[in-house]
């Protein structure tokens, strides 16, 4: 019964003094091993770590962490910055001024002690010199590498002290403060390197504001968002920010939404228009009716999948994780054979073989490699949130290089999405108004983009739109309602050819009206087919440029999939530049034709609308949904998420991919070739210490600022 009454509650604690991903393995481990710990992870990139517990106190993580030699606190708002708006911890920052100041004095001290090696000083006053500076800077470097011992750990800090250590033992005292020296400055810059890609993932959490100004009984007061439920009135000045999710009540303006959909142009916005937290008001006051409270709006649902996207490893990462495990036993173990063996065996000087060995150890960190992907992979999500487009991981963003064959949906996704009815076609005596009026009655319990253009003439035209009765929605093929005592029929042909009541002229009218381009959409009774309305829709702008640029991105298969008549998406398909089209498809026979391409092509890419399409999104390998702002579906549903209905965004989105890729290859690479090769060098008599903590440290500052590079990807 005690455990029934356990209460399981999801603690995040912000975490001060990691420098890399080993460190948030070390305190994971920690944490996990506590009692009534279900689950934890720690973001080694945004220094965070979110737990799973029963009955276990905040302040029991946080001791375990310390127990590491790490700092932590609790983020209790509802961004992550621990309660402070400008998310940054001003203890932090003096603590950092002091650890600079830390180094240049130590840095003056050994400086002094290598001028008192020249000049023959007593001995006393250059070994006062060097422990001063190794004690100055390095007390939390000997206090993390103890810890580490005395849970059984190979981490950086243990292997840097050894190598102090050693050095001081055979006599190379000087070395000895330069390792340290080097480190500790080495550390700074990884810090700071770091924390400027933590910067740039925080900007998107900073974007709405915190209060708003609130109508209520007539009366305006600035209240705290999270004190405002949904119904309530808010005023939303001209310059400023959206505060929540909403509805315009009243007022007409421009919004800036680039924080959301990384577009910058601003987009005109009146009564009944959706507006969404995190955008900018342009010149018009306005009064919106909250439809989403704090946490529950579009841009934290964007902030909370970011930083799940972010903990999320790509496979690579995965692998270099592992191959890191391995990598530092075997390589301090080949040290301790290196200092024992040749003295034994060969009579080898001690000296001589220690230092050899030492200067391995400071090799043997597998630092730069474990750096070598997060830091790209957090830097390449972050450039393309703000540019309007949120990948879902690591995993989809390495996946994307692999596509060869891009699945195209078409309405909405290669065409504006915007249907307008272009004629009105009657067949059998009644007027073109009766035919519009009665196909606006029976859509008008439908979402479908062609119901809404069908609705939208008929309010144009002042046409009086009843209410159906047993409306029932035919998949693939359209709808059927009563209108009043009557039954009627909307939908494809299809639909009409299966009730038997097509002709050879109703045949020669669809000709045309495909031919043209257009859509037809039938309406009629059981037994009589009253007219055809023509629909039709823009190709967007942009699309068979995009087309053309997806081909010399690698993209070998271009295939258009389209619901709409073969006539229709064939001459679609050849104004686009599409290698192929099927048309007329039902939702289930798009998932068919997504996976034909993947047995073809072996990868595979599925573009739509991220609602109709979702069971093919789900299909591909990888799911983009386009023009996905404020749409639920579309952020559950893609993997990738166009946040605007901008197609020409898509060859960016992999090339990003690509680039992303090539950084991390050549990081790990580099990382690897640099390694082995300093492990020769220092085998060989060849590399001194201060050489091997410039070989180390030095590559893990590189390929962060090489992963650092995909912020800006072009």
């Known amino acids: 019964m005690q455990n029934a009454n356990r209460t399981k509650e999801l603690h995040r604690l912000s975490i001060s003094g990691m420098c890399c991903p080993n460190c948030a393995e070390k305190i994971k481990g920690a944490v996990c091993k506590l009692p009534g710990v ?21 302040e029991q993580l946080i001791s375990a962490i310390q127990s590491l030699g790490y700092d932590a606190r609790v983020i209790d708002d509802a961004h992550g910055s621990g309660g402070n708006p400008e998310g940054s911890n001003p203890a932090e920052e003096r603590i950092s001024r002091l650890e600079i100041i830390g180094v240049v004095i130590s840095a003056l001290l050994v400086g002094l002690a290598g001028i008192g090696s020249l000049n023959d000083w007593f001995w006393g006053i250059r070994l006062g010199l060097i422990i001063s500076a190794i ?25 840097m002290i050894v190598a102090v250590i050693g050095a001081l ?9 330069v390792i340290i020296v080097l480190f500790a400055i080495s550390e700074l810059l990884e810090s700071a390197s770091v924390n400027r890609s933590r910067r740039a993932i925080e900007a998107l959490i900073k ?58 142009l601003p987009v005109s916005k009146q009564r009944e228009d959706k507006v969404l937290a995190g955008t900018i008001n342009g010149e018009g006051a306005i009064e919106v009716i909250v439809s989403r409270g704090k946490g529950d709006t579009t841009l934290d649902r964007i902030i909370k999948l970011v930083r799940q996207a972010q903990s999320e490893r790509a496979p690579v990462q995965s692998f270099i994780e592992k191959f890191a495990r391995y990598y530092t036993p075997v390589v301090v173990g080949l040290a301790t054979v290196i200092a024992i063996l040749p003295p034994i065996l060969f009579n080898g000087e001690w000296s001589t073989w220690i230092y050899r060995s030492l200067a391995m150890l400071v090799i043997s960190c597998p630092c730069a490699f474990v750096l070598s992907t997060p830091v790209t992979i957090v830097s390449a999500l972050a450039g393309a949130a703000r540019r309007g487009v949120l990948i879902k991981g690591g995993a989809y963003l390495e996946n994307l290089y692999k596509i060869r064959a891009l699945a195209l949906d078409k309405t909405g996704t290669v065409t504006e999405g915007t249907l307008v009815v272009h004629d009105v076609h009657k067949l059998d005596g009644i007027t073109q108004e009766d035919i519009l009026r009665l196909a606006a009655t029976v859509e008008s319990h439908s979402e479908h983009p062609v119901a809404k253009a069908i609705i939208n003439r008929a309010e144009k035209d002042d046409l009086e739109i009843g209410t159906p009765s047993n409306f029932t929605a035919l998949p693939g093929q359209g709808a059927r309602a009563n209108v009043g005592k009557d039954t009627v029929f909307v939908g494809n042909h299809a639909m009409f050819e299966e009730l038997e009541i097509c002709n050879g002229d109703v045949h020669s009218l669809l000709s045309e009206i495909e031919n043209a381009s257009q859509t037809a959409v039938l309406v009629g009774s059981p037994d009589k087919l009253f007219g055809v309305i023509s629909v039709s829709d823009k190709i967007r702008a942009t699309a068979s440029a995009t087309i053309r640029e997806l081909r010399n991105s690698g993209i070998q298969k271009v295939h258009l999939l389209t619901g709409d008549n073969w006539k229709a998406g064939r ?64 952020l559950e549903t893609a993997d990738v998420v166009l946040m605007d209905d901008r197609i020409d965004r898509l060859p960016w989105v992999f090339r990003l991919s690509r ?10 690479a580099f990382a690897i070739l640099t390694k082995l090769s300093f ?21 893990s500052l590189l390929v962060i600022f090489n992963g650092m590079r995909a912020l800006n990807c072009k």
């Open 135 to 159: 004690v100055i800077c390095g007390r939390s470097l000997a206090w993390k590498g103890l810890l580490a011992l005395m849970k059984f750990q190979l981490d950086m800090n243990f292997l």
């Open 38 to 58: 279900e689950k934890a992870d720690v973001n080694f990139m945004q220094s965070t770590l979110s737990a799973d517990i029963n009955d276990v106190q905040p």
């Open 571 to 634: 001459t679609i398909a050849e104004l686009l530049g599409a290698d192929e089209v099927s048309a007329e498809l039902l939702p289930d026979q798009k998932v068919d034709e997504v996976k034909k391409l993947r047995e073809k092509y072996g990868s595979v890419a599925m573009v739509g609308d991220g609602i109709n399409d979702a069971p093919a999104l789900a299909a591909a390998d990888i799911g983009i949904a386009m023009g996905a702002a404020g749409t639920d579906a579309a």
């Open 659 to 668: 680039k992303a890729r090539h950084i991390i290859m050549s990081n790990i």
């Open 169 to 177: 033992f055979i006599g190379e005292w000087v070395e000895g403060g």
């Open 679 to 699: 492990i020769i060098l220092a085998a060989t008599g060849n590399a001194t210490l201060w050489m091997a903590v410039f070989a180390d440290t030095g590559v």
């Open 207 to 264: 974007v709405a504001p915190q209060t708003a100004i609130v109508i209520r009984n007539l009366v305006k007061t600035t209240v705290p968002v999270d004190e405002i439920k949904v119904g309530e009135l808010i005023l939303v000045k001209p310059g400023t920010t959206i505060s929540l999710d909403g509805v315009i009540r009243s007022g007409r303006t421009t919004i800036n939404e680039s924080a959301i959909t990384g577009e910058s």
